[in-house]
C-alpha cells in the first residue's frame, strides 16, 4: 500500500479516461467499416465501439450484455432493445410469430426489459412458451403465458448465496436492482414473481438431484424421505457393512463399529408467526425431505394436548419453553431435529415443527420417523440432553404410535446418553448413568454436533418467520440439504482431521494411564473387574461414583428453579433469575480456567495445545451477553462499571463480573432486582459443597502421586513423568481451591462482610465453612513436606478443616476410593480414544463404499431410461446427467483416499502413530511394540 499510494493519480486519470469515448467516435466502425461507432458494450471486446446496426448483428446470440451509447459528450445507458433487437424464441419458419413488449428477464447483475418472439402459427401447442423459455435457460415466472422470467444463472447465484451467506431474497433481489441502475430510476418490480420462481426452482433441483426425473413413477412417486442426502459414514446394512456384520455377539470387540449415534435437540429460534395457512401455502414435497409428513404428525399431536408437562433435573434454557406464555402470536415456537451425532447430517424425515415448547409428543414423533428408516438390528445410542426424563416412559408412548411411523422397539437396542457439554448441568447421578464418557464403544462421540445445524440456520430464522407454513418448510429443506451436501463432501477432510488428533491424544493417555496403573499395583485387577462387571451390568456397584454425598451444584440449581416455578411471577426475561446467577457462575467458571490454562501454558507443564486466544474470544461474548442479562436484573453492576477506571490492559480472563456479592448492601438494594442476592448465596453454597469434595478427591490422589514419586521414581525419565502427574493434578487442586474461595468470599460479602456470622438467613439448607488455621496447607510444587506419612513434623501437624467440614475422615477407605474412581476414568479415557481410531478407520471404509454405492444407483438409472423416439432429447439428457453424477460420487471417492493417505509431516519430522491391531487384548492395552507409518498409510489393504 505504501508503494500504490503515490500511484493513486495515474490510476485516477485512467479510470476518469475510461468514461470517455477516446476518439473512437472519429473513426468508422471496426465491422463494418462505413458507418459512425456510437455504442459500448463493457463485456465485448474490452469497450470497442461499434455502430447500432453492428451491435445488434453482433449480439444476436448475447441478448442480455449492457449497451452504453455515446450521445457526443457523455455515455448514457441504453439497451440491445431499444436499438431493436428482438429475440427469437419460435421455430426458424413461423409465419406468425407473437411479439410479447417489455419481456422482464432477472439477470445477474440486471434486470433487462426485452422484445420476444414467441411461436403463433398452427404448429403452437400449449407449452411453447414456457417450453421456448426454459431451452434458453430462462426459467417462467407463470406456466401460462409467461412476460417474466429469470436465467437459470441468476436463480443458481441466489441459491448459493443464500445457503452459504444466508442471504434473503430481498436482499439479493435489491442488489440486482442497484445493479442495474445505481441513480435510483425505477425498474420492473418482480419481487413477487421471484419469490414463486425461487421455491419452484430449489424444489425442482432437489428432485433432479434425487433421480426423481430418471424414475418412471415420476415426481409422485417419491417416497418419504427420498430427496434426503444420508450420511456415507454411519453403518447403513446393504450399502457400507461388512457380511454378517448382524451376527456379531454383543461380547464381540468389533460390535461397538456398528453402532447408529443419533443426536435429538430443539431450537426455539426457527420460529413461525400465527400467518397463512396449510390451504393457502401448502408444501411442495413436505415429508419427501427432512421434515416430517405434516398432517399424521398433526393428527398424531391432537392425541397429546393433555401430556403431562416434564419434569427434569438439569434447568436446561430449553425447558423454560415448555411452557405455553413464549406461544403466543406463533404458530411454530421452535423446530425439533435429529442428526446422526458423529457427523451431523440431518436425517431423513427428522425435522419437526414445535407448538408449545419442547414436549415429549413432538420428540416422540420425530424419533419414530428417524427410526422406521433404521436396521432394527443396529444398536443405537441417542443423545438427547434431557434424555434422563424423556426415555423413562418412551416405550410406552411408542406403542401407542401409529403403526405407520411405529418402528421395531422390541428387536432394537437402544442406549441413551446425555451430549458431554450439557450433562454437566444435570445431577450427579445423571452424570454417572448417561455418560458418553463411560460409554464401552462411544469412541470420542460428544453428541454436541447437532448444534453446529442450529448455528448455520440461525442465519435464516428472521426470514422463515414471516412465511407460510409450506414455503418455510420449503426453505428449511433446501438450506438443511446444502448442510448435508457441504458435510458429504468435506467428510473425509472431517475424518482425517479427527484420525489425526486421535492417534496423538490416544498415544499421550495410553502413556499416562500406563504410568498411572504401575503404581497402584495389585488393586487394579479389582478395579478392571469392576468396571467390566458394571459395563456388563448397569445395576452393579458404578467404580466411577463416590460414595461420599454432598450438595451438588445442579440439585442447588434445580431447587432454585422449582422454587421459582412455586412461586409463579411473571419474568421479567426470557432467562429467569436462576439463569441469570448461573449464567454469571458459569463465566467466573470459565474465567479461572482460562487464568490456570494461561499459567500452565507459560510453566510449560503440560503437552497439551493450550488456544488461548480462543478462549478470550469466547469469554468475550459470555461477558456481553451477561451484561445485556445485568440490565434487567442488576443495573447497579453497570453503574459501578461505569465508575471504574477505564483499564487497556485488562484481559477478559479479569474482567469483574459484577455479580450481587459484588456490590455494597445499598447498590444490591436499590439497584438489583429482588431476590436475586438470595439465588446467589444458594448457588454459592452448592460451589462451597462441591468444591470442597472435588478438592479433597484431589489432595488424596495427590498425596499418592507423590508418595510414589518419592519411593519408587529413579532416573530422570520416571522423575519427569511422576512431576507431569503431580503437575496436571496441581492445575485442578488450584481450580477447586479457588472455586471454593470465591464462593466462600461471596457468601461473607452478602452477609455483610462477617466471615464467623452464620449464613441461615440467605441459605435455607448448610452453614458457611468457618476458616481455620491452615498454615499446614498445600503449598505449589510436589509438596512432599505436606504429605501424610512423609512430613518431619508429623507430631505437630495441625489437621486441616477440610478434612472435617462433612464429617469424615480423610482415611485410607477414602483415599482408595479416591484413587479408584481417578483410575477408571483414565481407564476410560484410554479406551474410547482407542476406539475412536478404530471407529474412524471404520467410518473411512464405509464412505469409500457408500460413494460407489451412490455411483452404481445413478449407472442403474440410466439402464432403466426407456429410450423412444418422441423423447430421444429427455433420454439424452437424463443419461448424460446420470452419468455425470455418478463420475462425481467417484472423484469424491478419489478425492476421499488422496486426503486419507497424503503423507502428513510436521516441522520436517514424519509423524509417529501407534498402529492399533487386531489382536488387541479385550482392555484395550497396546501392542509391545509401535510401527512408524507416514500418515494414513496402511489404508489400501482396507479399501
Wanted: net charge positive; charged share 25%.
Amino acid at each position: 500500500m505504501h508503494e500504490w499510494r503515490p500511484l493513486r493519480d495515474e490510476y485516477l486519470r485512467l479510470l476518469l479516461r475510461l468514461e470517455g469515448a477516446a476518439d473512437a467516435d472519429l473513426v468508422p466502425c471496426p465491422r463494418c467499416k462505413t458507418a459512425t461507432p456510437t455504442i459500448r458494450c463493457k463485456q465485448c471486446f474490452g469497450g470497442e465501439m461499434f455502430c447500432k446496426e453492428c451491435t445488434v448483428i453482433m449480439h444476436a446470440k448475447n441478448p442480455l450484455h449492457i449497451i452504453d451509447e455515446w450521445n457526443g459528450e457523455m455515455f448514457s445507458r441504453t439497451s440491445l432493445t431499444a436499438l431493436g433487437l428482438v429475440i427469437q424464441l419460435c421455430h426458424n419458419d413461423c409465419v406468425a410469430p407473437v411479439r410479447v413488449e417489455k419481456f422482464v428477464l432477472l439477470d445477474t447483475g440486471c434486470i433487462h426489459e426485452l422484445s420476444v418472439d414467441f411461436c403463433g402459427c398452427e404448429r403452437r401447442h400449449s407449452t411453447q412458451r414456457r417450453t421456448a423459455l426454459l431451452e434458453k435457460r430462462w426459467y417462467p415466472a407463470t406456466h401460462d403465458t409467461p412476460r417474466t422470467a429469470a436465467t437459470f444463472n441468476f436463480l443458481n447465484l441466489f441459491v448459493i448465496q443464500t445457503h452459504q451467506a444466508k442471504t434473503t431474497m430481498y436482499d439479493y433481489y435489491m442488489t440486482t436492482v442497484r445493479s442495474t441502475c445505481g441513480s435510483g430510476k425505477k425498474v420492473p418490480n418482480r419481487y413477487p414473481e421471484l419469490l414463486r420462481m425461487v421455491r419452484q426452482w430449489r424444489h425442482l433441483q432437489m428432485l433432479k438431484r434425487s433421480g426423481r426425473g430418471h424414475d418412471q413413477s415420476g415426481v409422485n412417486g417419491t417416497k418419504l424421505g427420498a430427496l434426503a442426502i444420508e450420511c456415507p459414514a454411519c453403518p447403513r446394512p446393504d450399502v457400507n457393512l461388512p457380511e454378517g456384520w448382524e451376527t456379531a455377539s454383543p461380547e464381540d470387540r468389533r460390535r461397538f463399529l456398528y453402532i447408529l449415534f443419533i443426536a435429538l435437540d430443539a431450537c426455539f429460534r426457527l420460529k413461525r408467526r400465527l400467518v397463512s395457512s396449510e390451504l393457502r401455502d401448502p408444501g411442495l414435497g413436505t415429508g419427501w425431505a427432512y421434515f416430517v409428513e405434516q398432517e399424521p404428525y398433526r393428527q398424531y399431536l391432537l392425541t397429546t394436548t393433555n401430556e403431562t408437562e416434564m419434569s427434569t433435573c438439569s434447568g436446561l434454557a430449553a425447558l423454560d419453553y415448555a411452557n405455553t406464555k413464549f406461544s403466543r402470536g406463533y404458530s411454530v415456537t421452535g423446530v425439533g431435529m435429529g442428526v446422526c451425532a458423529r457427523h451431523e447430517f440431518v436425517q431423513p424425515t427428522g425435522v419437526g415443527d414445535l407448538q408449545k415448547g419442547e414436549r415429549y409428543g413432538n420428540t416422540d414423533w420425530i424419533f419414530c420417523a428417524i427410526m422406521r428408516w433404521k436396521h432394527p438390528d443396529l444398536p443405537k445410542a441417542i443423545s438427547y440432553d434431557i434424555v434422563c426424563q424423556w426415555f423413562k416412559a418412551l416405550f410406552d408412548r411408542l406403542l401407542k404410535m401409529p403403526a405407520a411411523v411405529r418402528f421395531a422397539i422390541v428387536t432394537s437396542l437402544f442406549r441413551f446418553v446425555i451430549p458431554k457439554m450439557h450433562i454437566h448441568s444435570h445431577t450427579l447421578a445423571c452424570q454417572l448413568t448417561f455418560s458418553l464418557n463411560f460409554l464401552p464403544g462411544a469412541a470420542q462421540t460428544d453428541g454436541e454436533g447437532i448444534e453446529r445445524p442450529w448455528a448455520n440456520l440461525g442465519g435464516v430464522a428472521t426470514s422463515t418467520r414471516e412465511m407460510g407454513p409450506g414455503s418455510r418448510r420449503d426453505t428449511l429443506d433446501s438450506h438443511l440439504s446444502f448442510w448435508n451436501w457441504s458435510k458429504l463432501i468435506g467428510i473425509a477432510d472431517l475424518l482425517r482431521r479427527r484420525l489425526d488428533k486421535a492417534r496423538v491424544e490416544e498415544r499421550e493417555q495410553r502413556e499416562a494411564f500406563e504410568a498411572f496403573t504401575a503404581e497402584q499395583g495389585e488393586r487394579v485387577e479389582g478395579w478392571r473387574a469392576m468396571v467390566h462387571a458394571f459395563e456388563a451390568n448397569p445395576k452393579a456397584t458404578n467404580p466411577y461414583e463416590s460414595t461420599a454425598k454432598a450438595l451438588t451444584e445442579a440439585d442447588v440449581r434445580l431447587r432454585l428453579a422449582e422454587e421459582e416455578a412455586a412461586r409463579g411471577q411473571t419474568s421479567l426475561h426470557d432467562v429467569s433469575p436462576t439463569g441469570f446467577i448461573y449464567a454469571g457462575l458459569d463465566l467466573e467458571e470459565q474465567q479461572r480456567r482460562t487464568r490456570v490454562s494461561i499459567e500452565l501454558k507459560k510453566a510449560q507443564t503440560t503437552a497439551q495445545k493450550i488456544d488461548i486466544l480462543a478462549m478470550r474470544r469466547k469469554l468475550t461474548r459470555g461477558i456481553t451477553r451477561f451484561r445485556k442479562l445485568q440490565a434487567t436484573y442488576e443495573p447497579a453492576a453497570l453503574q459501578a462499571l461505569a465508575r471504574r477506571p477505564a483499564d487497556p490492559e485488562e484481559t477478559p480472563e479479569r474482567t469483574p463480573l459484577m455479580l450481587p456479592s459484588a456490590l455494597t448492601a445499598e447498590e444490591r438494594k436499590n439497584g438489583c432486582m429482588a431476590g436475586v442476592e438470595y439465588t446467589e448465596a444458594i448457588a454459592r453454597d452448592g460451589q462451597c459443597s462441591a468444591a470442597l469434595l472435588r478438592l479433597r478427591n484431589q489432595l488424596h490422589i495427590k498425596s499418592r502421586f507423590i508418595v510414589y514419586k518419592k519411593h519408587n521414581s529413579r532416573h530422570q525419565g520416571a522423575n519427569t513423568r511422576s512431576r507431569a502427574l503431580v503437575a496436571r493434578n496441581e492445575s485442578k487442586i488450584r481450580l477447586h481451591s479457588e472455586k471454593y474461595q470465591t464462593a466462600w468470599n461471596a457468601i461473607r460479602l452478602l452477609n455483610g462482610g462477617n466471615p464467623k456470622a452464620k449464613q441461615r438467613q440467605l441459605v435455607a439448607e448448610g452453614e458457611v465453612i468457618e476458616e481455620e488455621n491452615d498454615e499446614e496447607g498445600w503449598e505449589d510444587g510436589d509438596g512432599e513436606d505436606n504429605v501424610a506419612g512423609a512430613s518431619s513434623t508429623e507430631n505437630r501437624r495441625v489437621l486441616s478443616w477440610i478434612w472435617t467440614v462433612t464429617g469424615t475422615m480423610g482415611s485410607d477407605v477414602e483415599i482408595e476410593e479416591a484413587l479408584r474412581i481417578e483410575w477408571a476414568k483414565a481407564y476410560a479415557r484410554s479406551r474410547r480414544w482407542k476406539e475412536e481410531i478404530r471407529l474412524l478407520e471404520e467410518e473411512y471404509r464405509r464412505i469409500l463404499l457408500s460413494f460407489e454405492y451412490e455411483a452404481q444407483r445413478w449407472e442403474a438409472r440410466v439402464r432403466a431410461i426407456p429410450v423412444s423416439e418422441v423423447e430421444l432429447g429427455y433420454a439424452q439428457g437424463a443419461v448424460a446427467y446420470a452419468l455425470k453424477q455418478a463420475a462425481m460420487y467417484r472423484d469424491i471417492a478419489a478425492r476421499a483416499v488422496i486426503t486419507m493417505t497424503e503423507v502428513h509431516r510436521g516441522k520436517g519430522k514424519k509423524r509417529m502413530v501407534p498402529v492399533l491391531e487386531e489382536d488387541e487384548g479385550e482392555c484395550g492395552a497396546p501392542n509391545d511394540h509401535d510401527r512408524e507409518r507416514e500418515g494414513g498409510g496402511g489404508w489400501g489393504g482396507q479399501c
